[in-house]
């Protein structure tokens, strides 16, 4: 039996009439009567009785009549949503951030994103090492993450989006604040608020002043950018920190940010296990982060 033979046959017995159901299917009655002499002979059971008005279904005809009708309902929802799937109208969407990644570099996408596609589920979860983001990328739990890029990873696909300036960020009465750029050599008697400890951006930014033949001098760490940023602008220290969107103006407010030009700037952008296996709404949010991103640029 096919599914085309169940669906003529719950249309039979929902109509009373071969005739009425060929005219709606624009099919001759006896197309109509082959579907239902096939379910017939491969269920060994007369499954229609003819009567002077129609035909009506038998006992055994009721009984597959309710399990293909509840059958059908189902696949045609599973169609209706595998369509949606294809074009990115539903689903869910699982990224992996960090405490600041949602703020400074998806904000304005996010919002894009929702207008677009109002019914697909957008899942932030926050990891807290590439590490981890690469694991949960491997087995599945997650569909994209917003990393530091690095070293290649196996298995692991990662495509940049932008790459980020250092800056030296102080409160706006430190004397190195009225400085339009700093040498990183300047910064090597001067103790700084480090990044979040075995983080990919701590580890960058001690490869690229390595290479200058400096070596920066720290104090205790913090868990993230933000929180550096505020206890440079408390006066508590000073921090060196990628220019990350949505930065306060040079010259505005208690904190001043100072470009660290000779430093190699920071590159940042989407992991994934496969791109060509994204699913159309993941890989929408994605290529919207980064037209946001251009945008800004």
């Not at 002499?37 to 129609?54: C, D, F, I, S």
């Not at 491997?138 to 569909?143: E, N, S, V």
Request: charged share 25%.
């Amino acid at each position: 039996m096919t599914l085309d033979d169940l669906r003529v046959f719950v249309a039979v017995c929902r109509g009373g009439s071969l005739s009425a159901v060929a005219r709606e299917l624009g099919c001759t009655q006896s197309a109509v009567s082959q579907h239902v002499k096939r379910l017939e002979r491969e269920t060994g059971v007369a499954l229609l009785e003819r009567q002077p008005r129609g035909v009506v279904p038998t006992q055994a005809g009721r009984v597959l009549e309710a399990a293909a009708a509840e059958g059908i309902a189902g696949l045609d929802l599973a169609v209706r949503e595998l369509r949606d799937l294809v074009d990115g109208r539903s689903g869910y969407v699982r990224v992996a951030t960090g405490a600041t990644t949602v703020r400074h570099f998806m904000s304005d996408a996010v919002v894009r994103f929702r207008r677009r596609y109002p019914h697909v589920n957008l899942e932030f979860r926050t990891v807290s090492s590439g590490r981890g983001s690469f694991d949960a990328l491997a087995d599945g739990t997650l569909d994209l993450a917003w990393i530091t890029l690095g070293p290649s990873v196996r298995g692991i696909e990662q495509r940049a989006v932008v790459e980020l300036p250092w800056v030296l960020a102080v409160r706006a009465d430190d004397p190195l604040a009225r400085r339009p750029r700093l040498d990183v050599g300047e910064l090597r008697d001067v103790r700084l608020i480090r990044l979040p400890p075995n983080s990919a951006s701590a580890a960058h930014l001690d490869a690229a002043c390595a290479e200058l033949g400096v070596r920066l001098a720290y104090e205790p760490s913090v868990a993230d950018w933000d929180t550096a940023l505020l206890l440079a602008e408390l006066g508590v220290g000073r921090a060196v920190v990628p220019a990350v969107p949505g930065l306060p103006v040079p010259g505005e407010g208690e904190l001043r940010l100072v470009p660290l030009p000779g430093l190699r700037p920071l590159p940042v952008g989407w992991a994934v296990r496969r791109w060509d296996a994204l699913s159309p709404a993941a890989r929408a949010f994605a290529d919207t982060v980064v037209e946001s991103r251009v945008r800004v640029n």
